[in-house]
């Protein structure tokens, strides 16, 4: 009996001095880092930056500083990074020489400021509340705060108040609370003055292409303007940033972190030269000539192009569907006509410049020569020397109408359809119509009243020429095999 009782001394002794040599590292190792010097670098160490906007509310931020540190391992607290940034994605060199500065450790502080945060940090502490008596003379009380939820819920002497009339008065700041988001590094370094460039990604930073169209239908040309708008809502100002802008679709793991919302928005005009254009991987990559400030909650607009005499057609459409060649249809009546507006983004029609994805809105002239609104469509990236095709929307004075004159099924999956297919023009010009009409299965057009275009294995398109104020038809018949 004896025996087992030395033994369970023996092995809390044992436990004991354990624990105190853990103790005694913990707090070797908190003194040594308590040791450690500290500085912070904001922006007024900046010396540059540079930032890369992407479609898909991605940036990537470039910004030099030059600072001093202490040589040896130290904290360096980064300020004035923006709220949304990607911790992840941060890089840090030196750009006075290569190997001089290492990152031992990062940490991203985003516990900001806040009354709530600040009462929460206090709770189980004492703290001060401050009235008005009768007299309005100011006085101070000492109170516990027990609780923060739902409401504060202080101590006073041995009474419990569930809120109280006065402000609370906190001692001092707690230290894990900080007033911006901070990027805090553990650093290597061998040199007391450094040159660093910290390159990272955040989210929060957009662009996207604007355009505006003056269509001279008389003479059949345009005058065209291109604007980027930018929109910050990143947590940062970047001033006197150099600019480029990527359009295509780079592909982005989804995060799951929802993005906050913005704030009130400020916005700011920036009329700049041309934009420099050039190819970067599978994108195009677009280099504002001029730098500029890009504020916090900010919509900024940067001219992008400008084309004078640029040739462009107008163009009418009545389009078909498939569905007409399965069974017998009632006549269609009074179908108003879909206009489009047709160019070549080519260096020989005053283009040949990459278009960024983004809408296009067209104005025309009215007869007191004012500017209205003629429609608007959206572009895809659309590379030079290709056709842009915009939408303008119906024609209020042109009709179309569509009779099935003949519907016979010659068996099991064979038809043979025949259409009459009217189009009156109420305008003051002529103007050409094109039928489309959209075919499927195996299809042969037996007879036709007008000569036609095949444009594809799946549909035909008639041009049909229409005088001022009047009208023109084509019929035709087609067997169908599905």
Not at 219 to 232: R, S
Not at 410 to 436: A, S, T
Request: proline share 4%.
């Amino acid at each position: 009996m004896k025996q087992k009782t030395s033994q369970v001394l023996f092995f809390v002794a044992l436990t004991f001095l354990t624990m105190s040599v853990v103790q005694a590292q913990d707090t070797s190792s908190n003194a040594q880092k308590s040791d450690i010097k500290q500085s912070e670098t904001t922006l007024q160490d900046q010396m540059d930056v540079a930032v890369t906007i992407y479609n898909n509310d991605r940036a990537l931020v470039r910004e030099k500083r030059k600072i001093k540190l202490p040589k040896g391992e130290s904290y360096l607290k980064f300020m004035d990074v923006p709220e949304r940034i990607i911790p992840e994605t941060v890089s840090l060199k030196s750009l006075i020489q290569a190997g001089s500065l290492q990152i031992l450790e990062q940490n991203y502080e985003y516990d900001l400021i806040s009354p709530s945060k600040l009462m929460e940090k206090y709770v189980g502490k004492e703290v001060k509340l401050v009235n008005k008596n009768k007299d309005m003379d100011f006085y101070e009380v000492t109170a516990k705060l027990l609780s923060v939820n739902e409401s504060p819920v202080f101590q006073v002497e041995n009474q419990i108040y569930l809120g109280h009339p006065g402000n609370v008065v906190l001692p001092e700041l707690p230290s894990e609370l900080i007033a911006k988001p901070t990027l805090i590094w553990m650093l290597d370094n061998s040199l007391e003055e450094q040159e660093l460039e910290a390159t990272y990604l955040t989210s929060g930073l957009s662009w996207k292409a604007d355009y505006v169209l003056v269509y001279d239908e008389p003479k059949n040309t345009m005058d065209l303007e291109g604007w980027i708008t930018l929109n910050n809502s990143s947590g940062a100002t970047y001033q006197n940033a150099k600019l480029k802008l990527v359009a295509g679709e780079v592909n982005i793991v989804p995060v799951q972190a929802p993005a906050p919302m913005m704030d009130r928005m400020m916005v700011g005009v920036a009329k700049s030269m041309e934009v420099r254009e050039e190819s970067f991987a599978e994108y195009h990559l677009y280099t504002v000539p001029r730098r500029t400030t890009i504020k916090q909650n900010q919509s900024k607009q940067v001219s992008l192009l400008s084309a004078n005499g640029v040739k462009a057609n107008k163009i009418y459409e009545y389009r078909g569907n498939t569905a007409f060649y399965h069974s017998q249809i009632n006549p269609i009546r009074n179908e108003n006509i879909d206009a489009f507006l047709i160019f070549k983004n080519a260096e020989n029609n005053q283009l040949g410049f990459p278009l960024p994805e983004g809408i296009i809105r067209v104005y025309q002239e009215d007869s007191e020569g004012m500017l209205q609104f003629a429609g608007e469509d959206r572009i895809k990236h659309t590379p030079k020397d290709e056709e842009i095709r915009l939408r303008l929307g119906k024609a209020f004075d042109i009709i179309g109408e569509r009779t099935q004159i003949d519907f016979q099924k010659l068996g099991p999956n064979v038809v043979e359809c025949e259409f009459e297919i009217v189009i009156r023009n109420h305008k003051k010009n002529d103007i050409i119509v094109d039928i489309v009409e959209p075919m499927m299965g195996d299809w042969q057009i037996i007879k036709s009243s007008m000569d036609y275009e095949k444009k594809d294995a799946f549909s035909v398109i008639f041009h049909l020429p229409i005088k001022a104020e009047g009208s023109g038809k084509v019929s035709y018949r087609v067997r169908i095999r599905f």
